[in-house]
């Protein structure tokens, strides 16, 4: 299984930015698909974002459409989440996932096989 390790959370003001990176390794990460969780305190983990192999494809959770964007980097082995005009909702520990296999709108946490130890994000309001 692929390796996951999250960065970039942090403490922003509303309506600000952040940049999530998550880098991959033991796997060969051209092959999985990559997602974005989100787990706020007292709530289930809940998907944010998704992108194929190439990066040709992606998917939101209506939540963040128009404001987050997914993208990878296969040559680094790296999956990014860009956020901007960031809300309070937003606050919550943020995980990378991984799934190998074809691409498609896989939005429950048990479709992925590998996870990273996540990232806080908190926003103020």
């Known amino acids: 299984q692929v390796q996951l390790v999250e960065s970039g959370g942090g403490l922003v003001q509303a309506g600000g930015s952040l940049r999530l990176s998550c880098a991959a390794s033991?796997?060969?990460?051209?092959?999985?698909?990559m997602g974005w969780f989100r787990q706020a305190p007292g709530k289930e983990r809940e998907f944010v974002a998704t992108?194929?192999?190439?990066?040709?494809?992606?998917y939101y959770a209506d939540s963040v459409k128009g404001r987050f964007t997914i993208s990878r980097d296969n040559a680094k082995n790296t999956v990014y989440l860009q956020m901007n005009n960031l809300k309070p909702e937003d606050t919550a520990v943020y995980y990378c996932?991984?799934?190998?296999?074809?691409?498609?709108?896989?939005?429950?946490?048990?479709?992925?096989?590998?996870w990273g130890q996540g990232t806080q994000v908190t926003v103020s309001s």
């Open positions: 033991g796997g060969t990460f051209s092959r999985y698909v």
């Open positions: 992108i194929s192999w190439s990066g040709g494809s992606t």
């Open positions: 996932a991984a799934r190998r296999g074809t691409w498609g709108r896989y939005v429950s946490l048990y479709e992925y096989d590998s």
